[in-house]
């Protein structure tokens, strides 16, 4: 399952501005956990006079055109990872992301992932800066306001077909969350429909972060149904992914205590 870590209190994705900001101003009060380890620990404190820690972000090339954000965290698998962002050029993906990780020295680790493979095709991963992950972040915008649909890899045509053919029951799973992103938000984002607090429930890992899904019960199958067509809107700047979901699943992943309920 995709996890984000925590960066500071943010990098979440949803505002280039003030908040990826404070993940730079607060860049040395957080601790991780060391790739392949399973304890946590307080990263060794930087000595960089007159400056923050570098930006701890790494840039990929080379992805399948299929990738997911599910297949960069198992590719940087024991990292903890703040944000993924896919590059697009004219609403196509370019096969190329941003990695944000937890601390700088992550960095090192996940450059020794270079030229190993996600599915067939290995993947080059090269160091980046914050001021190139920004960039990104403002073309993705101007590219979905120029009237791109897309912000993740683009999936099949089957995969659409499948969502469009798919029996609904009332429930809707969500994939792409920003990090940060609450009950409230998810309301919002379906102002159109009456949706009580327990209805929304928020996908996290063993512990306790936000993995970016979560599952929302609406009222009847045809609100659930109505819902879809917001796939592929934006909340904050990142889109969501919508899809046709059943209380067998929403009850499966309460049952490996994958959701909690507060925000």
Do not use: W
Request: with cysteine; glycine share 8%; proline share 5%.
């Amino acid at each position: 399952m995709f996890y984000r870590g925590r960066y500071g209190d943010v990098g979440d994705g949803r505002e280039m501005g003030s908040k990826r900001q404070r993940v730079i101003d607060q860049s040395s009060s957080f601790y991780g956990t060391s790739p392949g380890s399973s304890f946590m620990y307080n990263p060794p404190p930087y000595s960089y006079i007159g400056q923050p820690p570098p930006f701890p972000v790494v840039r990929l090339r080379g992805l399948p055109f299929d990738c997911s954000e599910t297949d960069i965290a198992e590719f940087f698998q024991g990292f903890d990872i703040v944000d993924v962002l896919f590059v697009h050029k004219n609403g196509k993906f370019t096969g190329e992301a941003y990695c944000v990780l937890s601390y700088p020295l992550q960095v090192d680790f996940a450059l020794q992932r270079n030229r190993q493979n996600i599915g067939r095709r290995y993947v080059e991963v090269f160091r980046s800066t914050r001021q190139e992950y920004y960039k990104a972040i403002a073309n993705e915008v101007s590219d979905s306001r120029g009237g791109s649909p897309h912000r993740s890899a683009p999936r099949a045509k089957s995969s659409d077909d499948a969502k469009e053919s798919a029996e609904h029951t009332g429930v809707l799973r969500l994939r792409g969350l920003p990090f940060s992103a609450g009950k409230d938000d998810i309301s919002d984002f379906f102002k159109d429909y009456v949706l009580s607090e327990d209805s929304i429930q928020i996908a996290a890992n063993s512990e306790g972060r936000a993995t970016g899904e979560a599952f929302v019960e609406f009222a009847s199958a045809e609100d659930s149904k109505a819902a879809m067509a917001k796939d592929r809107m934006t909340l904050g700047n990142r889109y969501i992914e919508l899809f046709p979901s059943s209380h067998e699943e929403l009850d499966a992943a309460a049952s490996r205590g994958r959701l909690y309920l507060s925000d």
